[in-house]
């Protein structure tokens, strides 16, 4: 059944609207450049910040989102 409503562009916007607000805005610019295939030096090159920092950002995020 949620696999289901998941295949609805609806859905899949609003599950994606509640847990971008759940994250910060580095959590989620980190899992887009993830999503998009940068690696974390890439991600960490292109927003200033440690790769360490990366990984801290995107542990944090998936913690969130399997909280929520």
Not at 28 to 50: F, K, P, V
Not at 60 to 65: E, G, H, M, S, T
Request: proline share 3%; charged share 20%.
């Amino acid at each position: 059944l949620i696999t289901n409503f998941l295949t609805f562009p609806l859905a899949q916007t609003f599950l994606a609207d509640t847990i971008g607000r759940a994250l910060s805005p580095r959590e989620r610019a980190c899992i887009q450049h993830r999503l998009n295939g940068m690696s974390y030096e890439d991600i960490g090159r292109s927003m200033g910040i440690s790769t360490n920092t990366v990984g801290v950002l995107i542990n944090r995020a998936f913690k969130k989102v399997k909280a929520a």
